[in-house]
C-alpha cells in the first residue's frame, strides 16, 4: 500500500521551478532516503507536501504526515510536555495520547526525565529528541525527517538514527522520508534511496546498490 504516491509534480520557489516534474511512491514499512547537494529542491519538495507551498502541477497522495524540520524548531519557552501536548492537539482517539506519550518517553527517556523542563534549555541532541516526539504525537503514517544530523555530534546522530527505525519496524503501516545532506548515513538507514540534483530525481535504487556504486561514492559520498 502507497502512503505516499507522487506524480509529475513540479513547484516554483518564487519565479525560478525547483521541482521538474518528478513522481515516485512510498509504500508502507519502507525507509526511504532523498538525499542530493544545497539547491536540490529538497526542501522545495518537503515544504509542498506538508502544504507551505502550492504545486505548479502534477499531483500527490499522502496519508497522515508528521514533520520533523530542519534545525528542529521546537517551542523553546514551552516545557518537554507542553510541546508533545502542541504535535497531538488534533488527536481525537480516546486513550492515544497516552500511547503516544508511553512511546516517546519509553524510546526516550531523556525526554521523560525532563518532562517539565524548556525546551531551550535542551541540549541540541535532546531537542531533536522532542521535535522526533512531536511529530510521532501526530500519530503519522508518514514521517518526514529533513536534515536530521544537522549540528549534531555523530553518536548522537547514530541513537536517533536507531529510534527511527524501530518507529517504522514497530508498526507496519508506517513510513519514513529521510531528507538528508548526509547521503551515506541517510541510505544506511533506508531500504531505498533517490537522488535529487536541480529538482529531478536522477537515480535511484535499493541502498546497497547505490551505496556501492563507485561513481556514486565519489559525487555524493565522499
Known amino acids: ?8 509534480l513540479s513547484v516554483n520557489r518564487g519565479l ?15 525507509r526511504v532516503a532523498f538525499v542530493g547537494p544545497n539547491g536540490a529542491g529538497k526542501s522545495t519538495l518537503i515544504e509542498c507536501l506538508i502544504g507551505l507551498i502550492p504545486r505548479v502541477s502534477g499531483s500527490f497522495e ?6 520533523v524540520p530542519e534545525g ?3 517551542f523553546a519557552d514551552l516545557t518537554v510536555r507542553e510541546n508533545l501536548d502542541v504535535g497531538a492537539d ?3 482517539v480516546p486513550g492515544k495520547r497516552k500511547q503516544l506519550l508511553e512511546l516517546v518517553f519509553g524510546v526516550f527517556p531523556d525526554l521523560a526525565a525532563r518532562v517539565n523542563q524548556a525546551a531551550g534549555t535542551l541540549s541540541g541532541g535532546q531537542q531533536q529528541m522532542l521535535a522526533i516526539g512531536r511529530a510521532w504525537m501526530r500519530d503519522p503514517e508518514l514521517l518526514i525527517v529533513d536534515e536530521l544530523s544537522l549540528g549534531l555530534a555523530p553518536l548522537v546522530v547514530k541513537d536517533v538514527f536507531r529510534a527511527l527505525d524501530l518507529w517504522v519496524r514497530d508498526e507496519s503501516g508506517r513510513a519514513l522520508m529521510i531528507v538528508e545532506q548526509n ?13 535529487l540534483e536541480s529538482g529531478r530525481i536522477v537515480r535511484e535504487g535499493n541502498s546497497t546498490e547505490l551505496l556501492s556504486d563507485p561513481d556514486l561514492v565519489k559525487s555524493y559520498f565522499s
Not at 1 to 8: E, N
Not at 16 to 30: C, D, N, P, V
Not at 62 to 67: E, L, S, Y
Not at 183 to 195: E, N, P, S, V
Open 62 to 67: 499522502t496519508g497522515r504526515i508528521g514533520w
Open 72 to 74: 528542529r524548531r521546537v
Open 183 to 195: 547521503a551515506r548515513m541517510a541510505l544506511q538507514h533506508a531500504d531505498r534511496g533517490l537522488i
Open 90 to 92: 488534533l488527536l481525537r
Open 16 to 30: 525560478l521551478k525547483t521541482i521538474h516534474s518528478i513522481s515516485f511512491s512510498i509504500e508502507a514499512g519502507e
Open 1 to 8: 500500500m502507497s502512503i505516499l504516491r507522487v506524480s509529475g
